[in-house]
């Protein structure tokens, strides 16, 4: 009986003081490694998505991608992604799933501008 109180005494004092606080701007984590093709949405009377090649960009391991111009670096915290190096040094994109970026402007609003990760069904 003596054991048990020193060990239940022993882990009460192992245990954290305050609980764990989330991290200011949301967890970081890694996009999903492939090619992202961008496109801006199209309209009735034609394709559904005018494509923008010059946007397009490949994400590779280790927080970085590349485009036909050069590579760089990114951060993604939370649903935020943040290239921080290279041709789109800057540039900021919302994860709205996996497999889908929109891109934000300055004032961090949303704009048409849409990149989805190529996969075996939509190529």
């Known amino acids: 009986m003596k054991r048990a109180l ?3 005494v022993g882990l009460a004092a ?3 003081a305050e ?3 989330p991290v200011p701007g949301g967890e970081i984590g890694v996009l999903q490694q492939g090619f992202y093709v961008c496109e801006l949405p ?3 009377t034609g ?3 005018i494509r923008q090649a010059d946007q397009d960009f490949s994400v590779h391991n280790a927080s970085r991608y590349s485009t036909a111009t050069g590579r760089g ?3 993604l915290t939370g649903d935020l992604v943040m290239m ?3 041709p789109k040094k800057g540039k900021k994109f919302r994860q709205l799933s996996n497999n889908f970026l929109r891109e934000l402007n300055a004032a961090g609003a949303e704009t048409d501008l ?3 990760r190529r996969v075996q069904n939509n190529r």
């Open 6 to 8: 020193i060990l239940l």
């Open 73 to 75: 670096t990114y951060l």
């Open 84 to 86: 921080t190096s290279g």
């Open 114 to 116: 849409r990149c989805v």
């Open 14 to 16: 192992c245990a954290p």
């Open 47 to 49: 394709a559904a998505g």
């Open 19 to 21: 609980p764990i606080k």
């Open 42 to 44: 199209g309209d009735a």
